[in-house]
């Protein structure tokens, strides 16, 4: 893989740079991140797990979010069927999230 700061080759199994130091992966994962459903911290389908795992955002946002808008008008609930239907489910252990804030 290459550095997507400065160019540089790295080995695949790199965090950081070894020429420039950007961190180059935030979850350990060897895999890219894609969106997929998140088997392991679902509540129904995995869908807003998964979304906030690739969003990188705390799931209980896009909860928040997706019941706001299931109650507003509806699109809600079929966006998330929606995302059900399209969303692969993850084929990791348990899905990497944004590490908790510093102490
Ligand atoms: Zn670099």
């Known amino acids: 893989m290459f ?3 400065c160019g540089g080759e790295t080995t695949a199994m ?5 020429q420039c130091g950007k961190q180059l992966r935030f ?3 060897v895999r890219t991140k894609r969106l997929e459903r ?3 911290n679902k509540k129904i389908a995995g869908v807003c797990a998964g979304l906030a795992n690739y969003l990188n955002v705390d799931v209980t946002l896009i909860r928040i979010i997706l019941l706001t808008m299931v109650i507003a008008g509806g699109f809600g609930l ?10 692969p489910k993850s ?3 348990s899905a990497p999230y944004a590490l908790p804030p510093a102490a």
């Open 3 to 5: 550095c997507t700061n």
């Open 14 to 18: 790199a965090s950081f740079c070894s």
């Open 27 to 29: 979850d350990g994962g």
């Open 38 to 40: 998140d088997m392991a």
């Open 78 to 87: 079929l966006g998330y069927v929606i995302a059900w239907i399209a969303m």
């Open 91 to 93: 084929t990791l252990g």
